[in-house]
Structures are given as structure tokens and as C-alpha cells.
């Protein structure tokens, strides 16, 4: 037998060995990373909420969690006029900290939500990152008593 007819053999196994090792298939793999994420109060997260630098930013505060709301206790008046338009301009501030474009949109809940509106952003509007949108918001009371609650939560969704 010749040499040849002898390396023929060997040279096809290590060339099948070869191939089945390269492809780089494998069944299953567990890997595990390190992760960091915080939860932040609404000054200082991904999705910045913050009173407006103005007058109307006195109607904004914060909790003990961090959280934005509308307050309108730290100012004299203790509510809006009876059968009138009251307009609120520039209250506070969404600022996209995040990496990519959101859109914004706001909810609202209580007893006469239909008394209140805040414009576009009740139907989505888009926020670039790096940008900022101002929210503004007008009560309508007609036909509305001394004493009755317009509004008892918003609720903003952000989504990319």
C-alpha cells in the first residue's frame, strides 16, 4: 500500500475534525454581567420633570419621594374661579435625558378631568432627546361649584 493510499484516511478525519470544531455551534451559554440601574427622584431621572423657571413654577413641587406634583396650597389663592377660563402657562418642564427620541403623553384622573385641559401632550407629543417640552394647562369652570375637585392625579407615559 502506498503512502498516499495510507495518508488519504488520516487527511479526511482531521479535515471532518476541522470543520466540526470551526462552525463555533454550541447548545446553550451563561453568561452573567454587571448591572447597575437606580432609581432616581423626577429632578434628576432619564425623563426630567422640573417646575418651570418662572412664576408659574410655584405650582410645582416635589414629595418625600421625589416625585413632581401639581400643588396649588404654596401659593395664596387656594383654587380657581367659578365660571371662568384660567389659563397656566409654562407650569413645569419634561426634559429627555435619555438616549434616544420619546413621545409624551398625559392622562389625567379626578372628578371633572373634562374641566382641565393641557393641550397636545393629552394626545402625544414628541420630545427629541437632548430636548425639552413645556407643560401648560387651562381650567374651565363653567357650571362648576365652589368646593369641587377638577383634577386628583396626572399620569405621563414616555414611550421610543
Known amino acids: ?3 498516499m ?12 475534525a476541522l470543520i466540526a470544531v470551526s462552525t463555533g455551534a454550541f447548545t446553550s451559554i451563561e453568561a452573567q454581567r454587571t448591572a447597575e440601574i437606580y432609581v432616581a427622584g423626577d429632578a434628576s431621572a432619564l ?3 422640573e417646575p418651570f423657571d418662572g412664576p408659574n413654577g410655584a405650582y410645582v413641587d416635589y ?3 421625589g416625585a413632581l406634583f401639581l400643588d396649588f396650597a404654596r ?21 429627555n435625558n435619555g438616549t434616544q427620541d420619546v413621545t409624551v403623553t398625559l392622562s389625567k384622573t379626578g372628578g371633572n378631568t373634562g374641566a382641565i385641559s393641557f393641550g397636545d401632550i393629552e394626545s402625544g407629543v414628541s420630545v427629541p432627546k437632548g430636548e425639552s417640552y413645556t407643560v401648560s394647562f387651562t381650567v374651565t369652570t363653567d357650571e362648576m ?3 369641587d375637585n ?5 399620569t405621563l407615559l ?3
Open 1 to 3: 500500500m502506498s503512502l
Open 5 to 16: 493510499k495510507k495518508l488519504i484516511p488520516v487527511l479526511a478525519v482531521l479535515a471532518a
Open 47 to 49: 425623563l426630567t420633570l
Open 63 to 65: 414629595d418625600t419621594d
Open 75 to 95: 401659593v395664596d389663592g387656594t383654587g380657581v374661579n367659578v365660571d371662568a377660563i384660567t389659563v397656566f402657562s409654562d407650569v413645569f418642564v419634561i426634559v
Open 145 to 147: 361649584s365652589q368646593g
Open 150 to 154: 377638577i383634577l386628583t392625579s396626572i
Open 158 to 160: 414616555a414611550e421610543a
